[in-house]
């Protein structure tokens, strides 16, 4: 089963920083772009950044400039690098695989299966 599983999360106080892991079980990241989203209490399911195939990368204007996405296919592990967090950021964060490129519709959360158990992400002082 095409699985991946997050962890890294924590809690962290504004203005830190935190690396979220997503590692490939079962399979290997070749050929699949990978995609963050986030959800947090009362709130739909939001795309925060996706790395396709090539290594290019997306983000949503929320996280622009904070969040960095990578991707080491050797591990078959993908990361997310979040810097300067707001308590905004808190949410359970998921990672999840779709084959090919990331494609315009990245963000739909419909497009996507094989969602794991995430990990939480709080920022509070």
């Known amino acids: 089963q095409v699985q991946l599983v997050e962890s890294g999360g924590g809690l962290v106080q504004p203005g830190g920083s935190l690396r979220l892991s997503c590692a490939a079980s079962?399979?290997?990241?070749?050929?699949?772009?990978i995609s963050w989203f986030r959800q947090a209490p009362g709130k739909e399911r939001e795309g925060v950044s996706c790395?396709?195939?090539?290594?290019?990368?997306y983000y949503a204007d929320s996280v622009k400039g904070r969040f960095t996405m990578s991707r080491d296919t050797a591990k078959s592990t993908a990361y997310l690098q979040m810097n300067s967090l707001e308590p905004e950021d808190t949410a359970v964060y998921y990672c999840v695989p779709r084959r090919g490129l990331c494609g315009s519709n990245w963000r739909a959360s419909y497009e996507y299966t094989n969602w794991g158990q995430g990990t939480q992400v709080t920022v509070s002082s």
């Open positions: 790395i396709s195939t090539t290594g290019y990368t």
């Open positions: 079962g399979f290997t990241l070749n050929g699949y772009a």
